[in-house]
């Protein structure tokens, strides 16, 4: 059918333009088509050059829509754009091309019993199928209003070859639309789920003499690396105050964990990206639920080992290296269990000396019997623990080399004289000037821990009344100048009142022993402990609970009720023997 | 510490212990020693002008609630005259203002007897 009208097309008269459509011209127009990725533009532009190329009046290009099997008008020139156009495969002259699979030229529109439309004016008529991979992807059409302007089997083959590369550039536009869609997705779900990733963490260090700073820099926007301070549940069994009789002493600390000892772990799953996230988030709520019942660090990893293998028993999921640790308070102790993680490096703050904390254990999930073992080390003030995963030494330089165990030790030597903060800041950036435009391989965690520093101010009085006074003039000389003091008499009162119950019912007047004061003054922030020799005793029971109902001129509850208001936070030690007091400034 | 003690009313029947400085662990006792003093001539109208109080510890807090205590069980009144800012609010807090009057004036606090 369709040769006949060609051949009809070639006998007749001749319309078209005389000169053929040059390379150049098609050069022209690829150029024109690639210089936007957008596929409306690609659109519009393949209409605007058909309708120039073929000096036709109107213009359209149509799409298949593979669900509906039917043809939708994408871009036009000339016709009605406020409606949106469709035409079912086999109808009309778009949709006989797009059936067929040719080219179709119409030198009478109208008479033609393809012709399904009702404008009178359309006279001539060229439609090409847009092909690529020989699959028909739409249809261009162009058409005449001018009866001398009629079309022919010579424009038919420029449209031909023109619709060629307009099917190609079209075809490109639409995979980048897709990739660009995909891509936005998976971003959205990327950010989405680094975020989760940062919530499982926690950072906050429930002892007042433990400062942690920490960095967590993922190869990508997740990873594998976690770490976090794990707090432990308030336990009769192993909490002084928990098990003290009186409550009220927990109550007064306002959390529902132990103030005394939390748990602490860093780790690294084999594995990167998402599926190492995903891995990372059920290991860390493994470790969270076994964690929280202070049994030991050996015993946790050995039941994140168990169900680390039960979770994730086909090997393919790997293994994470965990470090886990126990602090306590009381005693500065660090009771860790390692699973072939990176030992953490320990600094020695008076002695500048370094030690790594060896111990022997297989990485979660290895093997079912991980060989853990348990250490305890004693800290002293100002000892910091440099917590790490293999990122960190694995760091790559440009010329391949990674920084090693041996200079991230001479790196954190060089900085050990800084503040945390500033130490973990230096540590930060020398890995970057490390790494330099060198694409990191992995993960990188740090974490590192301190044991407060010294004191502004340290003293050792007997036990003798006739020093308090000397002992807060001292502390106020110390907190001169300090915001959160809005009149002196508050920390008098206060101080006065601790001083006072550790010498008469801490050391019970024996004048061979001491009472100990020190003074921690940070901008916003006063710290005053005030611990004795005694056996310790029970400062709630002793001070009273002030309530409402107390009588006023009862000298009971009178100090409690004094401190309880003016100082912002009131802790004692697990043997009562120390009182903590901390003022804060108003911000 | 500056502690004094004088005698005002009509028949001298009112003690007004005037206490300035600083009342703490090395002052309180004599504190404790002058307010007992005054119970010691029988007499259990107290007056403590406290102007010029810069600080007072809970030893002296317990002073002053056992003399209202006991000037009250003998039929007298502990009255306080003058106190400061950071003294009166440390009256609140220990809640002896619910109990104690506090005047500003010493004459209105020495007719507050009758």
């Known amino acids: 059918m369709s040769a006949e009208m060609i051949e009809r097309a070639d006998k007749d008269a001749r319309g078209s333009p005389q000169e053929a459509v040059s390379s150049g011209d098609l050069y022209r127009i690829g150029r024109l088509l690639a210089s936007t990725l957008s596929l409306t533009t690609r659109l519009d532009r393949v209409v605007e050059q058909a309708i120039e190329l073929l000096e036709a009046d109107r213009g359209s290009i149509m799409l298949l829509d593979d669900d509906a099997r039917e043809l939708v008008v994408k871009a036009s020139r000339g016709l009605d754009s406020s409606r949106e156009f469709r035409v079912p495969i086999g109808e009309g002259i778009a949709g006989w091309v797009a059936e067929h699979e040719e080219p179709l030229v119409l030198q009478d529109v109208v008479s033609d019993r393809r012709f399904t439309g009702t404008d009178p004016s359309v006279k001539s008529a060229l439609a090409v199928p847009l092909r690529v991979d020989g699959k028909v992807i739409g249809v261009l059409n162009v058409s005449s209003e001018n009866r001398k302007r009629r079309f022919d089997h010579l424009d038919l083959e420029h449209l031909s070859s023109f619709a060629d590369m307009a099917a190609v550039a079209i075809e490109n536009a639409r995979l980048y639309q897709a990739l660009r869609k995909d891509q936005e997705h998976l971003n959205k779900e990327l950010r989405m789920a680094s975020r989760i990733q940062r919530s499982i963490t926690s950072t906050h260090v429930p002892c007042a003499s433990v400062r942690m700073v920490s960095r967590l820099m993922p190869a990508s926007a997740v990873g594998g690396d976690f770490f976090s301070i794990i707090p432990l549940d308030r336990d009769s069994q192993f909490c002084f105050y928990c098990s003290s009789e009186v409550q009220d002493r927990c109550q007064n600390l306002r959390t529902q964990f132990c103030p005394n000892k939390f748990g602490l772990m860093i780790g690294d799953v084999a594995n990167k990206g998402m599926p190492a996230a995903l891995i990372m988030s059920v290991l860390t709520t493994i470790l969270y639920e076994v964690g929280r019942h202070h049994i030991s660090p050996r015993t946790i990893l050995n039941e994140a080992n168990a169900a680390f293998r039960r979770f994730f028993n086909e090997s393919q999921y790997g293994f994470a290296t965990l470090f886990y640790a126990f602090y306590d308070n009381n005693d500065n102790t660090l009771t860790y269990t390692k699973a072939g993680h990176e030992p953490p490096l320990l600094l020695r703050g008076k002695s500048g000396e370094f030690e790594y904390l060896e111990g022997e254990g297989f990485p979660v999930g290895l093997m079912e019997d991980g060989g853990y073992q348990e250490k305890t080390i004693r800290l002293e003030r100002e000892d910091r623990i440099l917590l790490y995963t293999d990122g960190l030494t694995g760091a790559l330089n440009v010329k391949g080399e990674i920084l090693g165990r041996k200079r991230l030790v001479e790196l954190v030597k060089s900085l050990v004289g800084e503040d945390i903060e500033a130490f973990l800041d230096a540590l930060a950036d020398e890995i970057m000037l490390f790494s330099g435009d060198a694409p990191q391989p992995d993960d990188i965690a740090v974490m590192v821990l301190e044991l407060e520093d010294l004191y502004d101010l340290t003293m050792t009085v007997g036990t003798d009344v006739r020093q308090i006074r000397y002992v807060i003039n001292s502390v106020l000389d110390t907190l001169q100048g300090f915001e959160g003091l809005k009149d002196p008499i508050t920390l008098r009162l206060c101080l006065e009142e601790l001083l006072h119950n550790a010498m008469e019912h801490g050391n019970r007047c024996d004048l061979s022993k001491k009472v100990y004061i020190t003074v921690k003054a940070e901008p916003r922030r006063a710290t005053i402990r005030v611990r004795d020799e005694g056996e310790g005793f029970d400062f709630m029971r002793l001070m009273g609970s002030a309530g409402e109902d107390t009588d006023v001129l009862s000298e009971r509850g009178r100090g409690l009720l004094i401190v309880r208001n003016y100082a912002d936070e009131l802790s004692f030690n697990r043997e009562g023997n120390e009182a903590t007091l901390v003022f804060t400034a108003d911000v | ?114």
């Not at chain 2, 005002?8 to 404790?32: H, N, P, Y």
């Not at chain 2, 109208?45 to 000037?71: E, F, P, Q, R």
């Open chain 2, 1 to 114: 510490m500056e502690i004094a003690v004088s005698r005002v009313g009509d028949m001298e029947e009112i003690a007004v212990v005037k206490v300035s400085g600083v009342v703490d662990s090395e002052t309180v006792e004599l504190f404790g020693e002058t307010v007992e003093g005054v119970f010691k001539e029988d007499c259990y109208n107290i007056i403590l002008d406290i102007d010029g109080l810069s600080y007072i510890n809970t030893a002296g807090l317990s002073i002053i609630a056992d003399a209202y205590k006991k000037s009250s069980q003998n039929k007298g009144e502990l009255k306080i005259l003058r106190a400061g800012d950071a003294i009166r609010e440390l009256l609140d807090v220990v809640r002896f203002t619910k109990i104690i009057d506090i005047y500003e004036d010493e004459g209105e606090a020495i007719g507050s007897f009758r």
